[in-house]
């Protein structure tokens, strides 16, 4: 495994970081992991990486709804929050199977809480307070990873 770490002084610095992801994505799809506490910055990430790829519309948070579906750059783009599941048998009735397109990006927010009922990580992304900023580690779990994080030098 490959990984990174960031130092994220400040929002814009997260915003930054979101935008640099995009970017590397290179048109491909990629399934990332969100961990970090809460209002560590995974929602701001995300919402900063889904505009960086010209999504449309308003970018909303998946808190209630479990997930919100995007057309990014002509591909289908994910945004989940598990943060309110109890049990990955919850996630059933979702409709996970969109989740598993290869030219899908895929966004999980607390994908602990959705544990074998998700596809495999890509990436993880791992967002930590560290003196009065953030912290974000990025690692790459497959090939598809380690081609992203490679672009991102």
């Keep these: 495994m490959t990984a990174r770490i960031w130092t994220l002084a400040d929002e814009a610095?997260?915003?930054?970081?979101?935008?640099?992801?995009?970017a590397a994505l290179n048109?491909?799809?990629?399934?990332?992991?969100l961990h970090g506490e809460l209002g560590a910055g995974k929602t701001t990430l995300a919402r900063?990486?889904?505009g960086a790829l010209e999504v449309g519309e308003r970018i909303k948070s998946p808190?209630?709804?479990?997930?919100?579906?995007y057309e990014a750059q002509g591909r289908p783009a994910w945004h989940l929050d598990l943060y309110r599941i109890a049990d990955p048998g919850e996630l059933e009735w979702l409709g996970l199977d969109a989740l598993s397109d290869p030219a899908a990006l895929v966004l999980v927010e607390w994908p602990e809480r959705g544990r074998?009922?998700?596809p495999a990580a890509d990436l993880?992304?791992?967002?930590?307070?560290?003196?009065?900023?953030?912290?974000a580690g990025l690692q790459a779990h497959t090939a598809r990873g380690r081609e992203l994080l490679a672009r991102l030098h």
């Design 13 to 22: 610095a997260t915003h930054a970081l979101g935008r640099r992801l995009a």
């Design 27 to 33: 048109g491909g799809g990629m399934v990332i992991y």
């Design 48 to 50: 900063a990486l889904l």
């Design 63 to 69: 808190t209630y709804s479990l997930i919100e579906g």
């Design 116 to 118: 074998g009922a998700l």
């Design 124 to 135: 993880t992304l791992q967002l930590a307070y560290a003196d009065g900023g953030r912290q």
